[in-house]
């Protein structure tokens, strides 16, 4: 609230944020007093994570400046990894997505397109931000310390303790990130993630054929469909995909002693499928017996969170 002259402190204005997918690009104003996004200022925008820098860049940038005027100087920007969220420099080099922007400084070519619109940029990582929403007014308010994940392309992680981001110590994974860890002896997003459902239900569906691979395979929601009609090969590939997930991330839970496992992003759609199968993988590598929640505002969770970065901390470029 700002204090007008000689009158009633005034609402504080809404909060700018952008938040970057590999296909698409989403703006919008969060009133800071109601943790939400203004009625009818979403925008949302299709994004090429293959094109030239300065087009991804002038992408971000009409978004934002589709938003109405009126809104505070303080953006926040939730972006997916690998990322320099201090300062705001591209660090995608060899991931197949948003190569064009490794080494560049986004902040500074974002506050350039803004122009009088912008006066501060604060990134934050896309699955941090999520979390921040969902602990701001979704499953994860109330839990002081909670892991929440995506499940998307890959799987996103955040550990939240008392509201902030944990990526250091011993008590969380390498970066705080779940998809460094390895399960069944490689790597957990070989598992866990778009490519490898479908990897995996190529390869159940072809009769364990070792030449199968995910090409011709049918995405995750219909693998889920058909899991649903009674597919064996469906069901076992969503069966054993978050069992792993689950016992990947036992033990983590246990030592950063989680209340809470909020599950959001495409894949957690199909929470039928998704739900028991990852606590199965909980239980089944002796973690503590938590709450596995589906995320309660899954859409706007991480324009929340990347609101609540912007107005607070340390600046960023």
Do not use: Q
Not at 73 to 84: I, K, N, S
Not at 204 to 223: F, H, I, K, N, S
Not at 259 to 285: E, M, N, Y
Not at 287 to 293: H, Q
């Amino acid at each position: 609230m700002t204090a007008g002259p000689g009158g009633p402190a005034a609402p504080a204005p809404p909060v700018p944020v952008l938040d970057v997918g590999g296909t698409h690009v989403t703006a919008a104003l969060v009133d800071p007093g109601t943790d939400r996004p203004v009625s009818g200022t979403v925008v949302r925008a299709p994004l090429d994570a293959h094109a030239a820098a300065d087009a991804v860049l002038d992408a971000l940038a009409a978004a934002a400046l589709a938003l109405p005027a009126g809104h505070g100087p303080y953006w926040g920007v939730a972006m997916p990894g690998p990322f320099d969220y201090a300062t705001g420099t591209g660090r995608f080099a060899g991931i197949g997505k948003f190569e064009s922007l490794s080494g560049v400084d986004v902040g500074a070519g974002l506050r350039t397109r803004l122009a009088d619109r912008c006066a501060r940029l604060r990134f934050v990582n896309d699955a941090d931000a999520f979390a921040l929403g969902e602990y701001a007014a979704g499953a994860a308010t109330g839990h002081d310390r909670v892991v929440c994940l995506t499940l998307g392309t890959g799987v996103g992680s955040s550990f939240l303790a008392a509201g902030r981001p944990v990526h250091t110590g011993p008590l969380v994974p390498p970066d705080g990130h779940v998809h460094r860890l390895t399960v069944d002896g490689g790597p957990l997003e070989d598992t866990v993630s778009r490519r490898g459902l479908r990897t995996r239900y190529a390869r159940l569906a072809a009769t364990g054929t070792d030449g199968a691979d995910d090409r011709d395979a049918p995405d995750v929601r219909e693998v889920a469909v058909r899991a649903r009609k009674g597919d064996a090969a469906a069901a076992g590939t969503f069966r054993y995909a978050f069992d792993a997930l689950g016992r990947a991330l036992a033990p983590w839970t246990g030592r950063f002693a989680a209340t809470a496992v909020v599950v959001g992003g495409s894949v957690a759609r199909s929470w039928d499928l998704v739900h028991p199968a990852l606590v199965a993988g909980l239980a089944a590598a002796d973690g503590p017996d938590v709450p596995v929640l589906a995320a309660r505002r899954p859409e706007e969770a991480p324009l929340v969170g990347a609101a609540r970065w912007a107005r607070g901390g340390p600046d960023a470029p």
